[in-house]
C-alpha cells in the first residue's frame, strides 16, 4: 500500500506545478578591517532566483525546472527499461520538459481565471486514499507523504492544481467531444488485424543449468528426468524433485504466455505439442528446459461488440488529443510566451 502511495504521489508530482518565484537573502561575509577602523556594513547581498520561462504574468524558475527533471527522472529510473529505450526516453525528457511545463501553466492559469473550484474533489480525493491505504487520520496521511521527500503542504497544493487542469480540460475540450457508431463499424471493418486475440500456452517447464555441472553430469540428469517421466511419474512432482530453481519451488509451473511473447524458438517447439504432452530437451541461453503444454487458447477474431469498447477507447483518445492540441495552440496564441533558457540544464 504504501509503495502505491509513493507512486501516487510521484503520479501528481509529474504534472508541472507552478510554485512561486524563490528568492533567498544573504548576508555577505565579513570584511577584514584594517586595525582600529570598523568596516562598513552594506546591505545583505540577495540571491533572484534565475528565470527560465515567463509565462504571462507567471515565471517558471530553474529551480522548478530542475525538480520538475528530477521527479521525472526518478520515474525513468524506476521504470527499469532497456538502455537504449532509457537513453531515447530520457533524450526526450530534457527536450520537452520545459514546453510541456509551460502548457500546463498556461492551462492551470485558465482555470483560475474560470474561478474552478475543485474543494470537494479534492476532500473526495483524499479521503480515497486514506481508506485505500488504510490511513486513519490525516495525520498519518501527512507523515506518508512527508515521508516520500515532499511536505504535506506543498502536496496537497500540487494535487489541488492537478484537479484543476483535468476539470479545465474537461469543461472546455473533452465534453464536447463526440463519437459516432458509424465512426465505429468503419473502423473496425478496417482494421481487422487488430481485433485478433493471439493464441495463450500454459506451460510447465523442467530446468536444468548447465553453468555448475560438466556436459556429463547435465547429460545423466537429463537422461534421469526424461525415464522418470516416461515411467508415469508426474510432472509437478519430478520438477519438485529434480529441477533447478526456480522452476524447482515453483513445482514446474511456468505461467501463460501470448502467442506474441514467446520466444521463436520456443514457439516452434510447443506449437508442434498436443495438451499433456511433453517436448525433448530445449536449450537456452541460460540453460536447457523440457516443456510440457498444459493448456492451449486457440487465437480468434473479436466480433465486433467484443471489439465495441476497444474502439471507442482508441477513436476518443485520438479526439481527445487532436482537440487538446487544438485547444492549447489557441491558448498559446492568445498569451504572452517567452523562453530565456531553452536548455536549462545546460547552464
Known amino acids: 500500500m504504501r509503495n502505491a502511495l509513493a507512486a501516487m504521489i510521484l503520479a501528481g508530482m509529474s504534472l508541472a506545478a507552478a510554485l512561486p518565484p524563490v528568492a533567498a537573502a544573504q548576508t555577505a561575509p565579513p570584511q577584514t578591517a584594517p586595525p582600529q577602523t570598523a568596516a562598513p556594513q ?28 528530477e521527479v521525472q527522472l526518478q520515474q525513468l529510473r524506476a521504470a527499469n527499461m532497456p538502455v537504449e529505450e532509457y537513453d531515447k526516453q530520457y533524450k526526450n525528457l530534457k527536450n520537452d520538459l520545459l514546453e510541456a511545463m509551460i502548457t500546463e501553466l498556461l492551462i492551470l492559469q485558465q482555470a483560475k481565471e474560470k474561478n474552478l473550484n475543485v474543494s470537494e474533489e479534492l476532500k473526495t480525493n483524499i479521503a480515497a486514499i486514506k481508506k485505500e491505504n488504510n490511513f486513519s487520520s490525516d495525520e498519518e496521511l501527512r507523515r506518508a507523504i512527508q515521508q516520500q521527500g515532499i511536505s504535506y503542504e506543498q502536496w496537497l497544493k500540487q494535487y489541488e492544481e492537478t484537479l484543476l487542469k483535468q476539470m479545465l480540460m474537461v469543461q472546455e475540450v473533452y465534453r464536447s467531444i463526440a463519437l459516432d457508431e458509424s465512426e465505429v463499424v468503419q473502423y473496425y471493418k478496417k482494421h481487422p488485424e487488430e481485433f485478433i486475440v493471439p493464441a495463450e500456452y500454459k506451460l510447465g517447464a523442467i530446468y536444468l543449468t548447465g553453468d555448475t555441472r560438466t556436459p556429463e553430469a547435465l547429460e545423466a540428469v537429463k537422461k534421469e528426468i526424461s525415464d522418470k517421466l516416461k515411467g508415469g511419474a508426474g510432472f509437478a512432482e519430478t520438477a519438485e524433485a529434480l529441477s533447478d530453481p526456480p522452476m524447482k519451488d515453483a513445482k514446474g509451473e511456468l505461467g501463460t504466455f501470448k502467442e506474441g511473447d514467446i520466444d521463436k524458438a520456443i514457439l516452434e517447439v510447443i506449437s508442434k505439442l498436443k495438451t499433456g504432452e511433453t517436448s525433448a530437451w530445449v536449450s537456452a541461453r541460460n540453460g536447457w528446459y523440457l516443456l510440457r503444454l498444459e493448456e492451449k487458447t486457440a487465437s480468434y477474431q473479436k466480433t465486433f461488440d467484443e471489439a465495441r469498447p476497444q474502439v471507442q477507447e482508441k477513436l476518443g483518445m485520438e479526439k481527445r488529443q487532436k482537440k487538446s492540441e487544438e485547444y492549447i495552440a489557441q491558448l498559446k496564441e492568445q498569451s504572452y510566451v517567452k523562453i530565456l533558457k531553452p536548455n536549462p540544464l545546460d547552464f
Open 42 to 69: 552594506g546591505p545583505p547581498a540577495l540571491v533572484i532566483e534565475e528565470i527560465v520561462a515567463i509565462v504571462n504574468d507567471d515565471v517558471i524558475t530553474l529551480s522548478q525546472y530542475k525538480q520538475q527533471f
